[in-house]
């Protein structure tokens, strides 16, 4: 099995930034696609950004300019760059790990910005 240890969320002001990190341990191997996902309360699962193995990346037009997606092939860790943060990205953040095998999810960390 895959494990999925996310952290680095928290309370900030609008406009400030923080950095999430997603570790991946146990049965990882060859990861295609990671990401970050978000899930609003009222709302429905949304994405945030993804990355593949090639760093191919994809965002979410909300988050195009403020947040930026990276991973580290070496330690199996994907992290996602916040800046600029808004009231509206206050939302349970969930990672995903991918691969031909399996599609790992974290538990979820929360991000609330308050204005």
């Known amino acids: 099995q895959v494990q999925l240890v996310e952290s680095g969320g928290g309370l900030v002001q609008a406009g400030e930034s923080l950095r999430l990190s997603c570790a991946a341990s146990g049965r990882v191997s060859s990861i295609n696609n990671m990401g970050w996902y978000r899930q609003a309360p009222g709302k429905t699962r949304e994405l945030v950004a993804t990355?593949?193995?090639?760093?191919?990346?994809k965002y979410a037009d909300s988050v195009k300019g403020r947040f930026t997606i990276s991973r580290d092939n070496a330690k199996n860790t994907v992290y996602l760059q916040m800046n600029s943060l808004k009231p509206e990205d206050t939302a349970v953040y969930y990672c995903?790990?991918?691969?031909?095998?399996?599609?790992?999810w974290g538990q979820g960390i929360q991000v609330t910005v308050s204005s």
């Open positions: 990355i593949t193995s090639g760093s191919t990346t």
């Open positions: 995903n790990v991918n691969s031909m095998w399996y599609d790992a």
